[in-house]
């Protein structure tokens, strides 16, 4: 039979994951001739041969890929036989690169592992062992191309027989751009917080792991940033760590060597086990075994824990001499500012804090904190996604033109997205502080030059006050669109679920805090939503917060603001509330309300959670973000009595739309304090206003027609909340969509923020 040519674009994650070699093998293998070219985010193929070996070839292409390669589309025509003969790996040049696609950071494979304990291997003992299949990618890339010089390795010219492997299309390490050796790699050592080296190379690991034994707290350099680590057995080290680091209860991710340790004090629900193994390697939030065999300090009131498996070859030496071993590992930061990713900052800002640092010398080119899975009913919920994830790219359902969004304040990413693909960045944190704020700027630029994406229209939030907003405002000038938060929520949650442009859906979100388009603070509301636009339906009852903000930190007050007119100011004082000034602030808050001074509006659902939290005596002064609604959560879940509260629904005053009436359900939970239990109270708090919400949904969908009904916000990550709410919709014939591959927290805000921007001239 005669030869044919065929000409292929293969468009996806094809770079730096050993793809075209991948090809090369193939190719040879089928007896084809023809070349492999790079072009960014598409690899160019041509294939002569006998038409039999181009189908089996073709065929064979999907199935046989690399792990870490992700085909999104292959494009393949006919073209005139040219008559190669052989098959090349054409060099990459230099040029166009937009929508090149970077791997994200993968944990060591299993086949570099096991080199790494092989004492016959030139890799023994080797902590930065990679290959094409495994290894850091994203922290390591300053610029595209994604050549080694491009890259923090190029500090680490290759020796003779690294070099032999990394051109050798036949070897697993053929243009893996992070491949060394001990002979030309980076270096690992123990220092003491003064700087002074202790031991290199296996030693140094060995070392670092018998001071974790004994109850030493070191700071470990990663791939994307420094982690804190102690003992997680015992208590000691981790109280004493709390005590350095001033969270007295901020829970902590644990690392254990395998999912046969982890079993020693977490539930491993099928879900879970995928994600905590995956080579991802993401923190996976678990339920805490009811033989919780570590120290108890370590997620302390809280039903669960984050756990995760060592993913760096420094990681999994750290339990060659103590496999049964579990350390608390937690990113080296100040709460809310940047990880931090330099030796000597780590020196300087980790001193009184870690005993020892064991440190490396290979630069952090992007920081990037480890991603956070949580399964809420029966699917992955992002806390956050950073490590592992990032910057894959997320596909969207229409095309759009190239923007960005800054995202909002608190957990906030930034977005650049253009065409049908959309590029998140890593967590970055709360952007009012200064630190973190130049940290964002650096995320902008390094997420454009990455993906080669130039904004054109840039998203940002409504309230003007945030330095998101106004840095959007200063870059992007007449062609900024300010997008409401909720709606934001939305549009990314719309985007997630692959909906298509002219999509209308009931969205429920529910979160902290938003800026509103009436001059309140929202947070629990129901739209009906469209890409391009949406109307306020209904929402919580707006509530006196009093002091603004001091509610978050402080839930007690809003306790009094959302009671104040029901009870006396006598039943007020019996209840379990505390507050940071004592009696003084109880006093202070009640004549604030008395006067209507310095009271803020809002039908946040966050704080009303918070409040029951409060009220019921298990938090009453937050000490990290999120911490009275989990510890409510926790709470519930030792529920042994169904109490039902009141769910009254009644018109808004201000905006005049349906509103639950939140004061109800916490009036009905005050007046059995005493006969059930605060865990009875907590769950029929979470109960009530899930269905409450939900039943409301339910009934304005039905009114205008709508057929979706999605939830997003903060709130969502309440495995209760979010399984009742789903009950409810799903009783009225609907699926409630939740987000899938986005947080349903503050982290998709950016990605809303983008999509309406580059949607804005679309029709
Ligand atoms: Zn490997
Ligand atoms: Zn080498
Ligand atoms: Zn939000």
Redesign the pocket.
Known sequence: MQNEARLLHVTGTVQGVGFRPFIYQLAKAHGLFGYVKNLGNHVEILIEGSPESLEKFLKELPEKKPPLAKVTEIRSKNVPFSGYSKFVIVPSESGVFENSIIPPDTAICEDCKSEIFDPSSRYYHYPFTVCTNCGPRYTTVRKLPYDRENTTMADFPLCPECQLEYTDPLNRRYHAQPVCCKKCGPEIWLSDPEGNVLARGYEAIAEASDFLQQGSIVSLKGFGGFHIACNARKEEPVKELRRRLKRPEQPFAVMAKNTGVVESFAELECSGREYLTSRRRPVTVLPKSKEFNLAESASPGLHNIGVMLPYTGTQNLLFDRESDAVYVLTSANLPGRPMVVENKEALEKLKGIVDFHLLHNRVIANRNDDTVIRIVNGKPAFIRRSRGFVPEPIDLPFDIEASIGVG?EMNSTVTVAKGKLAYISQYIGNTSHLETFSYHLEVVQHMSRLTGIEPIHWGCDLHPAFNTTRFAIKMGKENTLPVQ?HHA?MLALMADNSLPQDSRMLGIAL??V?YGTDGTVWGGELFESSYFGYERLGHLLPQPMPGGDLVSKVPSRGVLGILFERLQRTELEKLPLSFPQGTQEFSAVMKQLERGVNIFQSSSTGRVLDSAAAMLGICGIRTYEGEPAMKLESAAKKSTHIVDLPIVFREAGKSGLPALDTTELLLGAYELLGKYSSADLAFAVEESLSKGISELAVSLAAKRGLEKIGLS??VAYNEHITSCMAGTVREAGLELLTHRQVPC??GC?SFGQALAAGMRTNP
């Open positions: 909002a938060h929520h979160d902290g938003g916000g903060g927290g503050d805000i």
